[in-house]
């Protein structure tokens, strides 16, 4: 295999029109590196990959792998395996000829390739065995032995994926991009698939940039996350420390899917003066508290917010109780689920937090943070 | 009630133009296989006989070069069908998933072509040929029909539906833009491919004007023009039944190439027309 590269992608910028899919995108990963580019659809996260890749060019910014900037390289140049949402196997091709497809287009000379005259190009032969070898080898990998003689319209998106994977890992390439592939998979099958091209990463070592819309997936995968929205970089750091220490109410919002409470400080200042939130008090602070459902909990009397429950709904071993607080804010909380008869539609109750688990942003723009988490619309 | 007549009706009048359309070939074979004299005696079919139809037959093949005829308008239009599909593949390509400058008005300058009869350029095409001294040879009768537009239509049609994400795949592993013409595009368009073949092949195999304006010499004539050239040179006088039986020589390999392909062709054009 050959040695794991990094890669350094800075000030990118990629407009179509006056937008902007990527605004100053920059970002450095280390040789070996799994990260993954986590943003709502739209925020610019596949063009960043297109552009990595060559396949579209950027307006401004440089791109290196290794040592070396790629600027002028074509796609195929870059050493580079693309790993697409909808797989992009060559349709009439058998797997084991998509397996080959980018071996046998580096490694053999337009005539060698052609099934009638190939023969008689000298050296040939030992390339197309060299070639069948290592498909057999990258599908043992993968498990898809039996798949080889298949077209991809006969094969389930689960094998379509690990044929796609095979294709791009085939050529032992210096970087992995991957675009949302396990996003057309059922969710078992996704969680699954998930684990094992962690390992896979981790085996191989070969640098990786995992584009995603899914949280979940991010947090579960990636030695970091960079969170992008609308073409910029917001937040880059470990799973753990983005959970942790979001930087700002959106960053917040999308790593605490489905739900965030967002409770203006102003409200909880008029029942809990002298609260204080990781260190500074409510009282005098402006915008925002904001909290976690599993750092909420629900009381019959008590010191915290009053509210009025709207409904519940059972998760399993939790349950999330949707509740609208004096204002209209709406919250939601965690609790027990064999609790969820004590909170029938209507009952008044108290939600407390920890406010060490809570933190004050600015209010978002064109609202006073009155306005519930979108997800929350009950 | 009303519904089930209308559908008899609507057969009735299917039956009719089929039988309309398959009665002069119906007559030609008669008439290729009956003696001399029984042509004209009135009946709707002269009744056939074996030893008539084998004269026919031998002084079609022997009275005028019909093999020579048949081997020229198969060499020309085979030359004809792969240079067309050699560049009107690539074009398509090019005008489906290529952005570059001035591409609408490529495209639809390509339409337009669609619009204009052979018989618009034939005479400056006559007067280049004719300079070249190329008159009565393969190329005047190949050369005019290499681009079409027809074909880079169908064909721009049928490769727009490719998946775009398949591209940037076979980019990435080294495709060539030429290699993805051939390697992916054209496999996978490969009803629109024979529908384009049938198409082209029996248009030029059936061609008189062109053949008629540009060549003049017994040993260059295609098909038809032999066939019109037997007709006018007297040989054929009287002789009806040769050359109805010259006429069912030509006829037959596209008829039997037609019933194979006619799954294909049809398939290649729907699926072109429905996208």
């Known amino acids: 295999?050959?040695?794991?590269?990094?890669?350094d992608v800075s000030?990118?910028?990629?407009?179509f029109g006056p937008a902007r899919a990527l605004d100053d995108f920059s970002l450095s990963v280390a040789p070996g590196e799994f990260v993954s580019i986590l943003g709502p659809s739209g925020c610019g996260k596949s063009t960043l990959l297109r552009v990595v890749a060559g396949l579209e060019d950027a307006d401004a910014g440089t791109i290196r792998i290794g040592d070396r900037s790629v600027r002028g390289l074509r796609p195929k140049d870059r050493q580079i395996a693309f790993v697409f949402q909808s797989y992009a196997l060559y349709p009439h091709m058998t797997c084991r000829q998509n397996l080959a497809a980018p071996l046998v287009m580096r490694e053999l000379s337009p005539f060698g390739r052609n099934r009638l005259v190939g023969r008689l190009v000298p050296g040939s032969g030992a390339v197309r065995r060299a070639i069948a070898e290592r498909v057999e080898r990258t599908a043992a990998l993968l498990g898809i032995e039996a798949l080889l003689d298949r077209r991809p319209s006969q094969l389930s998106g689960g094998q379509r994926q690990r044929v796609a994977l095979g294709r791009a890992l085939i050529r032992e390439p210096r970087l992995f991009l991957l675009d949302e592939p396990l996003a057309n998979l059922d969710a078992a099958l996704r969680n699954r698939t998930r684990g094992e091209l962690h390992d896979l990463q981790r085996r191989l070592g070969t640098t990786t940039l995992f584009v995603t819309h899914d949280q979940a997936e991010a947090m579960a995968i990636s030695d970091r996350v960079v969170v992008m929205f609308a073409g910029r970089v917001r937040q880059i750091g470990t799973p753990d420390d983005l959970y942790r220490n979001p930087v700002d109410l959106d960053v917040a919002r999308f790593l605490s899917q489905p739900h965030l409470n967002a409770v203006g400080a102003a409200l909880i200042a008029n029942t809990l003066p002298s609260l204080r939130v990781r260190g500074t008090p409510v009282a005098r602070a402006g915008g925002v508290v904001a909290f976690r459902p599993e750092h909420a909990r629900v009381m019959e009397a008590g010191r915290g917010l009053p509210f009025t429950v709207r409904r519940a709904e059972h998760a399993g071993s939790d349950a999330?109780?949707?509740v609208a607080l004096r204002d209209g804010t709406r919250c939601v909380a965690r609790i027990p689920s064999e609790t969820i008869a004590d909170w029938p539609r209507g009952r008044h109750g108290i939600l407390a937090f920890d406010p060490e688990a809570a933190w004050i942003f600015p209010a978002p723009e064109g609202d006073a943070g009155h306005a519930p988490h979108l997800s929350v619309v009950a | 009630m009303s519904r089930r007549l209308a559908s008899a009706l609507g057969n009735l009048l299917l039956i009719a133009a089929a039988v309309a359309t398959v009665l002069p070939f119906v007559y030609m074979i008669a008439v290729s296989l009956a003696a001399q004299g029984t042509v004209y005696e009135g009946s709707l079919l002269p009744s056939p006989s074996l030893s008539a139809a084998r004269d026919n037959y031998a002084f079609a093949l022997t009275q005028v070069p019909l093999l020579r005829y048949m081997l020229n308008?198969?060499?020309?239009?085979?030359?004809i069908l792969v240079l067309q599909v050699l560049i009107a593949a690539p074009a398509g390509y090019a005008l489906a998933k290529l952005p570059f400058f001035g591409r609408p008005v490529l495209f639809a300058a390509v339409v337009l072509g669609l619009m204009i009869p052979m018989q618009v350029p034939a005479i400056p095409l006559y007067v280049a040929i004719a300079h070249?001294?190329?008159l009565n040879s393969y190329t005047a009768l190949v050369a005019p029909f290499v681009v079409s537009v027809f074909g880079i239509f169908l064909f721009r049609q049928f490769f727009a539906s490719y998946p775009d994400e398949v591209l940037d795949a076979a980019r990435l592993d080294g495709f060539s833009e030429f290699a993805i013409v051939w390697r992916l595009m054209l496999p996978a368009a490969w009803p629109a491919v024979a529908a384009f073949a049938t198409i082209s092949v029996i248009a030029h195999w059936n061609d008189l004007y062109w053949p008629l304006v540009v060549v003049?010499?017994?040993d260059m004539m295609t098909p038809p023009l032999g066939?019109?050239?037997f007709r006018a040179s007297g040989e054929s006088v009287g002789n009806v039944g040769a050359l109805m039986a010259g006429g069912v020589m030509v006829t037959a390999p596209l008829v039997?190439?037609?019933?194979?392909?006619?799954?294909?062709?049809?398939?290649g054009l729907t699926l072109a027309a429905g996208k």
């Open chain 2, 256 to 267: 039997v190439g037609f019933v194979f392909a006619q799954r294909h062709l049809i398939r």
């Open chain 1, 1 to 7: 295999m050959t040695a794991s590269q990094s890669l």
């Open chain 1, 11 to 15: 000030g990118i910028v990629r407009a």
């Open chain 2, 216 to 218: 003049t010499r017994a």
């Open chain 1, 320 to 322: 999330h109780l949707f």
């Open chain 2, 73 to 79: 308008g198969a060499v020309v239009c085979g030359a």
């Open chain 2, 227 to 229: 066939l019109a050239a």
């Open chain 2, 132 to 134: 070249l001294g190329l």
